[in-house]
Nanobody
Framework: VQLQASGGGLVPAGGSLRLACAVSGRTLGSYTVGWYRQAPGKQRELVARLESRGELYYIRSVKGRFTISKDNTKNTAYLQMNSLEPEDTALYYC????????WGQGTLVTVSS
């Protein structure tokens, strides 16, 4: 199974980005998928989770600003990030919370103040 995250970049505070995670080797629609992030000097944390049956979960700091979704026809998961804050700066990854695979390289999001 391979995960290819993309869409990161440098944006000013208040800006938006849409991350994509292309999945190969596993059928995305059958699994719960999550977006994680790791800020410098901090542990990796789960940011958002989309259960296989459709339930959504967000950490409090991103609720109302981030939206997780997926396109099963493209086998790709997305994270729409709006109203970005400098505290959102991190390396972002996708993975399967209940059946982890190799993390891949992630995609870097940098939010300037």
């Amino acid at each position: 199974v391979q995960l290819q995250a993309s869409g990161g970049g440098l944006v000013p505070a208040g800006g938006s980005l849409r991350l994509a995670c292309a999945v190969s080797g596993r059928t995305l629609g059958s699994y719960t998928v999550g977006w994680y992030r790791q800020a410098p000097g901090k542990q990796r944390e789960l940011v958002a989770r989309l259960e296989s049956r459709g339930e959504l979960y967000y950490i409090r700091s991103v609720k109302g600003r981030f939206t997780i979704s997926k396109d099963n026809t493209k086998n790709t998961a997305y994270l729409q990030m709006n109203s970005l804050e400098p505290e959102d700066t991190a390396l972002y990854y996708c993975n399967f919370p209940y059946s982890f695979v190799d993390w891949g390289q992630g995609t870097l999001v940098t939010v300037s103040s």
